[in-house]
């Protein structure tokens, strides 16, 4: 059963920065991929980020690139997502998933986390 858990939401304060983490177990063939996704009150949920295991290919949101680093640790089967300068839209639910590649698009996964909050407060 592929399972992705999120952790290190929380609420922090404007300005600053967090770490977000999602461990995967039980990868299989169509989990070469993993994403960060978000979700605002009341909007639909976003592309984050997204790396590809096998090449280390990235991909971030174009209007997110110089906030956002996306990472992993292969061996650990580990996610991570590093949010600098944290603004109150950046307030939402922070979902990963896993799809066969690093798409944009949320129905290319097929395995979603439960989410974890981040509030950013001003």
């Known amino acids: 059963q592929v399972q992705p858990v999120e952790s290190g939401g929380g609420l922090v304060q404007a300005g600053g920065t967090l770490n977000l983490s999602c461990a995967a177990s039980?990868?299989?063939?169509?989990?070469?991929?993993m994403g960060w996704f978000r979700q605002a009150p009341g909007k639909e949920r976003e592309f984050v980020a997204a790396v590809t295991w096998s090449t280390g290919y990235t991909a971030v949101a174009d209007s997110e690139r110089g906030r956002f680093a996306i990472s992993r640790d292969n061996a650990k089967n580990t996610l991570y997502l590093q949010i600098n300068s944290l603004k109150p839209g950046d307030t939402g639910v922070y979902y990963c998933?896993?799809?066969?590649?690093?798409?944009?698009?949320?129905?290319?996964?097929?395995?979603w986390g439960q989410g974890t909050q981040v509030t950013v407060s001003s």
């Open positions: 039980g990868r299989t063939f169509d989990t070469n991929a």
């Open positions: 998933a896993l799809g066969v590649w690093a798409s944009r698009s949320a129905h290319d996964y097929n395995y």
